[in-house]
């Protein structure tokens, strides 16, 4: 069995309102339900639990983002509901205003029943962590959610502007998200929310002893995370979508153990095989692939496996 823990959908009057509005940073690659069940059928995938790309719904106007979030919002439930064995649906929420994504958290997991959340590490230069957040993150541990977290653009100018976004910003502002998390004492004070981290944690994982130093450093740094950071990190979840490589697992498995792994094929963005096994590097796992391949997943989105199981402790 096979679940995929990060796919994107991009539904098509999100994109037609993005693109009238001149609101895209760079093209969104095609996108349709039909496409998604081609690349289940190609790849053995059984179940694939999609979220809204990047860039979500940060561009700078609530109002917007109330709109467009409500728009993905509810394409993604339809997704769901058209094969509830083959999809699962994390909702978007309108941050930076921390009541209206209340309000949209609400709608999107008691009324859309979307199996969790995906957030950026960032919007507008707010990143998770930040207590002008607090309020969201209690209620994601009262729910003891589910949550992706992407990565987004810097709110500053890239240094390098020649090189693409994505080649290391996006695992930048993901370990920038999680740094802050950490230290800003969410993580402690959270500690039921089960947060995804894409890209296998960006450049968290070889950086994480370095992370852990700052306690050491800073009183307050060390208050605000008292278990230390590479307890925090053996605590988070990380996809292999764009880190499915013998380097980044070698790191990752140093950081946390095994079962916090998940397959996540990042699709329309990742550049998979034309069919067969979407990650051939997961191989060299063994017996051990099962779990990241579904038996992890399953854990977080009960539903999706053939028998529900207990989240680590």
Same mark, same amino acid.
């Given at each position: 069995?096979?679940?995929?823990?990060?796919?994107?959908?991009?539904?098509?009057?999100?994109?037609?309102?993005?693109?009238?509005?001149?609101?895209?940073?760079?093209?969104?690659?095609?996108?349709?339900?039909?496409?998604?069940?081609?690349?289940?059928?190609?790849?053995?995938?059984?179940?694939?639990?999609?979220?809204? &790309?990047?860039?979500?719904?940060?561009?700078? *106007?609530?109002?917007?983002?109330?709109?467009? %979030?409500?728009? %993905?919002?509810?394409?993604?439930?339809?997704?769901?509901?058209?094969?509830?064995?083959?999809?699962?649906?994390?909702?978007?929420?309108?941050?930076?205003?921390?009541?209206?994504?209340?309000?949209?958290?609400?709608?999107?997991?008691?009324?859309?029943?979307?199996?969790?959340?995906?957030?950026?590490?960032?919007?507008?230069?707010?990143?998770?962590?930040? $207590?002008?957040?607090?309020?969201?993150?209690?209620?994601?541990?009262?729910?003891?959610?589910?949550?992706?977290?992407?990565?987004?653009?810097?709110? &500053?100018?890239?240094?390098?502007?020649?090189?693409?976004?994505?080649?290391?910003?996006?695992?930048?502002?993901?370990?920038?998200?999680?740094?802050?998390?950490?230290?800003?004492?969410?993580?402690?004070?959270?500690?039921?929310?089960?947060?995804?981290?894409?890209?296998?944690?960006?450049?968290? $994982?070889?950086?994480?002893?370095?992370? %852990? &130093?700052?306690?050491?450093?800073?009183?307050?740094?060390?208050?605000?995370?008292?278990?230390?950071?590479? %307890?925090?990190?053996?605590?988070?979840?990380? *996809?292999?979508?764009?880190?499915?490589?013998?380097?980044?697992?070698?790191?990752?498995?140093?950081?946390?153990?095994?079962?916090?792994?998940?397959?996540? &094929?990042?699709?329309?963005?990742? $550049?998979?095989?034309?069919?067969?096994?979407?990650?051939?590097?997961?191989?060299?796992?063994?017996?051990?692939?099962?779990?990241?391949?579904?038996?992890?997943?399953?854990?977080?989105?009960?539903?999706?496996?053939?028998?529900?199981?207990?989240?680590?402790?």
């Amino acid at each position: 069995m096979r679940i995929d823990a990060h796919a994107h959908v991009i539904p098509d009057d999100y994109r037609a309102d993005v693109k009238r509005r001149g609101l895209l940073p760079y093209p969104l690659p095609p996108w349709s339900r039909d496409a998604m069940l081609e690349l289940q059928e190609r790849h053995g995938i059984d179940a694939t639990i999609a979220s809204l &790309s990047p860039p979500g719904v940060a561009f700078g *106007d609530q109002g917007l983002a109330d709109e467009l %979030a409500r728009m %993905a919002n509810e394409a993604t439930a339809a997704l769901v509901a058209s094969d509830p064995e083959r999809f699962g649906g994390l909702a978007v929420l309108p941050l930076p205003d921390v009541d209206r994504a209340l309000a949209e958290l609400g709608h999107a997991l008691d009324v859309l029943r979307l199996d969790g959340v995906m957030l950026l590490s960032n919007v507008l230069g707010t990143y998770l962590g930040d $207590p002008a957040w607090d309020p969201l993150f209690d209620e994601l541990q009262r729910r003891r959610a589910y949550v992706l977290v992407h990565p987004h653009a810097p709110p &500053s100018a890239l240094p390098l502007p020649q090189h693409p976004i994505w080649l290391y910003e996006y695992p930048f502002d993901t370990t920038r998200a999680i740094v802050n998390l950490i230290y800003s004492g969410t993580l402690e004070r959270c500690p039921d929310v089960a947060l995804q981290m894409s890209h296998l944690g960006g450049a968290a $994982p070889y950086l994480a002893h370095r992370i %852990a &130093s700052l306690a050491a450093r800073e009183p307050t740094a060390a208050a605000a995370a008292p278990r230390g950071a590479l %307890a925090y990190l053996e605590r988070l979840h990380y *996809d292999t979508g764009l880190a499915d490589n013998d380097v980044a697992l070698a790191a990752m498995r140093l950081v946390a153990p095994l079962e916090r792994i998940v397959f996540g &094929s990042d699709w329309p963005y990742a $550049p998979l095989p034309a069919d067969g096994d979407p990650q051939p590097a997961l191989a060299a796992l063994g017996d051990d692939r099962a779990g990241v391949d579904a038996g992890h997943i399953a854990r977080l989105v009960p539903r999706l496996s053939r028998g529900p199981l207990p989240r680590p402790a």
